[in-house]
Antibody
Framework: EVQLVESGGGLVQPGRSLRLSCAGS????????MHWVRQGPGKGLEWVSG????????GYADSVKGRFTISRDNAKNSLYLQMNSLRVEDTGLYYC??????????????WGQGTTVTVSS | EIVMTQSPATLSVSPGETATLSCRAS??????LAWYQQKPGQAPRLLIY???TRATGTPARFSGSGSGTEFTLTISSLQSEDFAVYYC????????FGGGTKVEI
């Protein structure tokens, strides 16, 4: 079964850091680009970041550029998101997603169940 | 950044009817567009990619069309399980999502 499982969410104060992880299984992880997508409470979807199969192409939403860092370890079938200088507006459910292609040019055909990040004092 | 605008925000339809959802890009994205369905408490599900290609498992009553800046998702003969929120997403220049259209009874 193709599966993505996120972990690492929690409650954190503004200005602090958090690292999210995503474990992939049931597919050849290093063949595909991967993304992080978030959804604020009662809001729509927002792309956060994505990287190609070999980490050669990496992109960030303007709202997180300079604060968040995406990475992957293909040997461990894992995707990560290091989030620094967190803000209240970063609160939401963070989904790990798989692209249908190796580069960042397709739809996202596999989604995890998400991990919740709450930024509050 | 490419801005994606979906309309209407809410669409009220009856089972068996056809729903037409629109998505407009702020600049040309050729056919680099995907559609997703999200039900309450669930992760989104990919329905359509490359503007008109149905993803694995997407029923034939879902069809996508358009290119450039104007796109449409058509749901024919709506069934009860189709009532949900639908998002479009471009991947021509990084990734951005539209604000969503809620299809309700």
């Amino acid at each position: 079964e193709v599966q993505l499982v996120e972990s690492g969410g929690g409650l954190v104060q503004p200005g602090r850091s958090l690292r999210l992880s995503c474990a992939g299984s049931g597919f050849t992880f290093d063949d595909y680009a991967m993304h992080w997508v978030r959804q604020g409470p009662g809001k729509g979807l927002e792309w956060v970041s994505g990287l190609s199969w070999n980490s050669g192409t990496i992109g960030y939403a303007d709202s997180v550029k300079g604060r968040f860092t995406i990475s992957r370890d293909n040997a461990k079938n894992s995707l990560y998101l290091q989030m620094n200088s967190l803000r209240v507006e970063d609160t939401g459910l963070y989904y790990c997603t798989k692209d249908i292609y190796g580069n960042l040019s397709g739809g996202m055909d596999v989604w995890g169940q998400g991990t919740t990040v709450t930024v509050s004092s | 950044e490419i801005v994606m605008t979906q309309s209407p925000a809410t669409l009220s339809v009856s089972p068996g009817e056809t729903a037409t959802l629109s998505c407009r890009a702020s600049q040309s994205i050729t056919a680099n567009l995907a559609w997703y369905q999200q039900k309450p408490g669930q992760a989104p599900r990919l329905l359509i990619y490359l503007a008109s290609t149905r993803a694995t498992g997407t029923p034939a009553r879902f069809s996508g069309s358009g290119s450039g800046t104007e796109f449409t998702l058509t749901i024919s003969s709506l069934q009860s399980e189709d009532f949900a929120v639908y998002y479009c997403q471009q991947n021509s220049d990084w990734v951005t999502f539209g604000g969503g259209t809620k299809v309700e009874i």
